[in-house]
């Protein structure tokens, strides 16, 4: 079995090689993050409207009920 020594240097392929893939890599991994983040922004638009104008009706609710312990 042919290993690297990782102290000892890239072994067969140059060091630009390496940095080449690590970039594709990265690259290629940002890509695929970014896609992944606005399918979930786009699949969870709704929910997140809905959950305002439920957020938004419980706060009103809330407001009236001390406004009526305030007169009461």
């Known amino acids: 079995m ?3 020594k990782i102290f000892e240097g890239p072994g067969q392929s ?6 080449i893939e690590i970039v594709i890599i ?7 993050g970014y896609f ?3 399918l979930i ?3 969870q638009k709704k929910r997140i409207q809905r959950l305002k104008k439920e957020n938004q009706a419980l706060k ?3 407001s009236l009920n001390k406004e ?3 007169k009461g």
């Open 36 to 38: 992944f983040c606005a």
């Open 60 to 62: 009103n609710e809330l």
């Open 14 to 19: 140059s060091m630009e090689t390496y940095v």
């Open 26 to 32: 990265m690259v290629i991994s940002f890509l695929l």
């Open 41 to 43: 922004r786009k699949s």
């Open 68 to 70: 009526v312990e305030v």
């Open 2 to 4: 042919n290993t690297e």
